[in-house]
């Protein structure tokens, strides 16, 4: 993660992302600096606008909460017939949400994965 943060500093001060800056970056931060992951994330981010990808993140929704500690959980079948009532347009809002949540960062994730 200290690498992708390298990287935004440098972003934000306006210099320039590449091997060099980087590392001097992560040296400056005590970083123990792997030339592979400064090469590969420089090459990552070549043609990556990094403003809007921010922007774009920044944007999108937090998750859901997968529950609350502590809280009741409703289970009631009662309302079945409001489920039945488009669901498949839910499903291909979430899979259009999927698409293009993975093309916005192609590559990153591979990365650091």
């Given amino acids: 993660m200290e690498y992708v943060y390298a990287?935004?500093?440098l972003n934000e001060?306006?210099?320039?992302?590449?091997e060099d800056n980087v590392t001097a970056v992560l040296d400056a931060a005590g970083v123990d600096v792997e030339e592979s992951?400064?090469?590969?994330?420089?090459a990552a981010?070549?043609?990556?606008?990094?403003?809007?990808a921010v922007?774009?993140?920044a944007a999108a929704p937090a998750p859901a909460a997968g529950g609350s500690a502590g809280g009741d959980v409703e289970t009631s079948d009662d309302d079945d017939s409001d489920d039945d009532e488009g669901g498949d347009e839910d499903a291909a809002a979430d899979e259009d949400d999927e698409e293009e949540d993975?093309?916005?960062?192609?590559?990153?994730?591979e990365l650091f994965g």
């Avoid at 001060?13 to 590449?18: A, H, K, V, W």
């Avoid at 992951?37 to 420089?42: D, F, G, M, N, S």
């Avoid at 981010?45 to 809007?52: N, P, W």
């Avoid at 993975?102 to 994730?109: D, I, K, P």
């Fill in 37 to 42: 992951r400064v090469k590969a994330l420089v």
């Fill in 13 to 18: 001060s306006g210099e320039e992302i590449n």
């Fill in 55 to 57: 922007d774009t993140a």
């Fill in 102 to 109: 993975e093309s916005s960062g192609e590559g990153l994730g």
């Fill in 45 to 52: 981010l070549e043609d990556v606008d990094i403003e809007e």
């Fill in 7 to 9: 990287a935004l500093i």
